[in-house]
T-cell receptor, first 114, second 112 residues
Framework: GAVVSQHPSRVICKSGTSVKIECRSL??????MFWYRQFPKQSLMLMAT?????????EQGVEKDKFLINHASLTLSTLTVTSAHPEDSSFYIC??????????FGEGSRLTVL | QQQVKQSPQSLIVQKGGISIINCAYENTAFDYFPWYQQFPGKGPALLIAIRPDVSEKKEGRFTISFNKSAKQFSLHIMDSQPGDSATYFC???????????FGAGTQVVVTP
């Protein structure tokens, strides 16, 4: 099946720094990618929808200046957590939609902000 | 608020038993209902999905039952195995291209 790769899988950073997480669709082109956040033992919360070549659409309550999303190509979307703080520590997951509409999820990226 | 309500929050089942997870929704525009399996530290993976035009779909040991009038759907895991121990999420969307609304998740533990 199709593969969606996230990098890095784990990242630890100091408070106040910015962190970039990449999401790549390895064997298909994804016009739409989604970014989710998941706290321990909780469900996935949709943060934003990313369409190639256009601005991301953020869900209510998600700070777009805090969580910068760029979808520069049909196979790559990036999430940058700017000026990260301990409360931003979470599991971030991306998903990519194939041309047939099927959704494939990445393996997730665990962010820990000290 | 949660647009898809999932229960139970957790369940323990013996090897060989049946695991049953239930979900309910209110939005009648939902017409795509997938189930995802997630292992700790990993992203979710699609298990099986159903559309409202059928009442049941089976793939191996996994079966979805769908009750359109009650706006409920459930996942049955037959002959549960320790390798099935994971968190299961139901979801719903308007069409398979719509944004997914996830349930809260059910942690399943299958004991040997």
């Amino acid at each position: 099946g199709a593969v969606v790769s996230q990098h890095p899988s784990r990242v630890i950073c100091k408070s106040g720094t910015s962190v970039k997480i990449e999401c790549r669709s390895l064997d298909f082109q994804a016009t739409t990618m989604f970014w989710y956040r998941q706290f321990p033992k909780q469900s996935l919360m949709l943060m934003a929808t990313s369409n190639e070549g256009s601005k991301a659409t953020y869900e209510q309550g998600v700070e777009k200046d805090k969580f910068l999303i760029n979808h520069a190509s049909l196979t790559l979307s990036t999430l940058t957590v700017t000026s990260a703080h301990p409360e931003d520590s979470s599991f971030y997951i991306c998903s990519a939609r194939s041309g047939t509409g099927e959704l494939f999820f990445g393996e997730g990226s665990r962010l820990t902000v000290l | 608020q949660q647009q898809v309500k999932q229960s139970p929050q957790s369940l323990i089942v013996q090897k060989g038993g049946i695991s049953i997870i239930n979900c309910a929704y209110e939005n009648t525009a939902f017409d795509y209902f997938p189930w995802y399996q997630q292992f700790p530290g990993k992203g979710p993976a699609l298990l099986i999905a159903i559309r409202p035009d059928v009442s049941e779909k089976k793939e191996g040991r996994f079966t979805i039952s769908f009750n359109k009038s009650a706006k409920q759907f459930s996942l049955h895991i037959m002959d549960s195995q320790p390798g099935d121990s994971a968190t299961y999420f139901c979801a719903a969307s308007e069409g398979s291209w719509g944004k997914l609304q996830f349930g809260a998740g059910t942690q399943v533990v299958v004991t040997p």
